[in-house]
């Protein structure tokens, strides 16, 4: 939709009447006042995808009024209007039925838009602002004051700290928050991760890739807090992370259905056994330039891993044509094995197929 078409759609009251979704993902250009104007009409609105609105700043959030004398309130709160001594108070408008909302790479909202969110939208559930560089750790304390908030992605915001995350953890209703991402935020350690463990047990999902101070120390706290309750877990890049963690993560968490494991060099051979042998929901693994692994990580393994159906050895360099046919012999309904970077021959990739005729092989420079 061009933005033109956003216009006119903002501009049509007859048109928003009983929306529910609106889809506005990649548009710039949006004006502020006709945005207002739409959300204002929109009571039922349930979820708004803004991702990757450049143009999209704080103050679409922050809602002015007219006062019956024509002068204008202040956005968002119940208050005097400051240029008409004589002026009464005005509420802010509201979205009581927006459960759901994305402002992914709308990279000009800062914690004051955040703060205006969670006043217009008391009531979501969901709350994504990856990618948004200026969000500190107020932005953390604001969502902390929604009650219902069971997902919540910051990735990519590296000024949050651990003193954010105490925020959450100290939320209005903390055993709701069940989706959690903190992609690349460097800056929060084993603290933050035994807080959220502690005070957020029944977490689901849980990315906190790239946080490189993460440790076996926080790893360990969150596995025996969430046992199974966790089913996705990515720490791809968290270096700091030993072989002693996969096992706490695979003797605890044995409902895991995805797990990333991706750029840690300390994963070997006996990480995937004993993953094998204890987590037999896993659906997806990613072990992406896990270096050290070889063809000895699957060879007599004797039972099959039932439900993995995606598995990434990117640049396992040291796993070769054994390696592989043991994975298209043990894994019945494996769909994707990506192995770019392995040493595999034409006549065993032929006769992996063989074995599994749904499989693909990836070997493809990425």
């Known amino acids: ?12 009251q007859r048109m928003t009447t009983g929306v529910e979704d609106v889809e506005f993902e990649r548009l710039d250009g949006i004006d502020e006042r006709l945005f207002q104007r739409f959300i204002t009409n929109c009571g039922n609105i349930s979820s708004i995808n803004l991702s990757l609105c450049v143009s999209l700043m704080d103050n679409f959030f922050q809602f002015q009024e007219t006062t019956p004398d024509g002068e204008v309130s202040s956005p968002n709160v119940t208050a005097t209007t400051e240029n008409s001594p004589g002026s009464s108070s005005i509420s802010s408008p509201s979205l009581p039925n927006l ?35 200026r969000l500190t ?9 929604l009650p219902h908030l069971e997902d919540i992605d910051f990735g990519l915001c590296r000024l949050l700290t651990d003193k954010g995350v105490r925020y959450l953890s100290q939320s209005k209703n903390p055993a709701v928050l069940s989706s959690i991402n903190f992609y690349y935020c460097r800056n929060i350690t084993d603290q933050s991760l035994m807080e959220l463990a502690c005070q957020h047990p029944m977490i689901q999902s849980l990315n906190i890739a790239g946080c490189h101070a993460i440790t076996d120390i926080g790893i360990s706290r969150l596995a025996t807090q969430s046992r199974e309750h966790l089913v996705q877990l990515n720490v791809s890049g ?11 993560i695979a003797s605890h968490c044995r409902q895991l259905k ?14 995937i056994r004993v993953l094998w042998r204890n987590c037999p929901q896993m659906e997806k693994l990613c072990l992406k330039e896990c270096d050290q692994l070889t063809d000895a990580a699957f060879k007599a ?20 044509d054994a390696g592989m046919l043991q994975v298209a012999t043990y894994c019945p309904v494996l ?11 034409l006549p065993c990739l032929r006769r992996a197929t063989t074995i599994n005729d749904q499989l693909h092989i990836n070997i493809e420079q990425e």
């Not at 939709?1 to 049509?12: F, G, P, S, T």
């Not at 968290?238 to 706490?248: G, L, R």
């Not at 393994?301 to 070769?320: E, Q, R």
């Open 1 to 12: 939709m061009a933005a033109e078409e956003v216009q006119a759609v903002l501009r049509n």
């Open 301 to 320: 393994l004797g039972f099959v891993w039932p439900k993995l159906d995606h598995l990434d050895l990117t640049y396992c360099s040291k796993v070769g």
């Open 137 to 145: 750790d107020e932005s953390l304390r604001y969502a902390s004051q």
């Open 335 to 345: 769909r994707m094995l990506r192995m770019t970077g392995c040493k595999l021959s």
């Open 258 to 271: 995805r797990l990333n494991l991706s750029n840690i060099k300390s994963i070997d051979d006996e990480c």
């Open 99 to 133: 459960r759901h909302l994305l402002i992914n790479n709308c990279t000009r909202i800062t914690d004051r838009g955040i703060s205006a969110i969670v006043q217009l939208a008391p009531n979501l559930s969901k709350l994504h602002c990856r990618g948004i560089a």
């Open 238 to 248: 968290c270096i700091k992370i030993t072989p002693e963690s996969i096992a706490i």
